[in-house]
């Protein structure tokens, strides 16, 4: 199983990029899918996800307001509309996939299956 990431570049601040990850290889069932990200020198944080079942959301505090993640029309497809983009936001994000329950949208242990990441600069 592949989760491939792409979207990332260099954007000015308050400027826009969208994310997409799609999953190839074979075939596996998940419960909900999400964004994370990992500044220089910092824990790798929360961002976004969904649960597949009920098509729950959830936001980190941060980017509430700026940030929209939504399915793909392929299974085990997701992508994070980024609006707004302050330099805070420059770092590698990574979409998951959580393939286990019961799980916790917000934790990245929880989830099984992690894309190479993408890089997200924004500049002021």
């Known amino acids: 199983v592949q989760l491939q990431a792409s979207g990332g570049g260099l954007v000015q601040a308050g400027g826009s990029l969208r994310l997409a990850c799609a999953a190839s290889?074979?075939?596996?069932?998940?419960?909900?899918m999400g964004w994370f990200r990992q500044a220089p020198g910092k824990e790798r944080e929360f961002v976004a996800a969904f649960t597949w079942s009920g098509v729950r959301t959830f936001y980190a505090d941060s980017v509430k307001g700026r940030f929209t993640i939504s399915r793909g029309n392929a299974k085990n497809t997701v992508y994070l509309q980024m609006n707004s983009l302050k330099p805070e936001d420059t770092a590698v994000y990574y979409c998951a996939a959580a393939v286990r329950r019961p799980y916790s949208a917000t934790i990245a242990d929880d989830y099984g299956y992690w894309g190479q990441g993408t890089l997200v600069t924004v500049s002021s």
């Open positions: 290889g074979r075939t596996f069932t998940s419960y909900g």
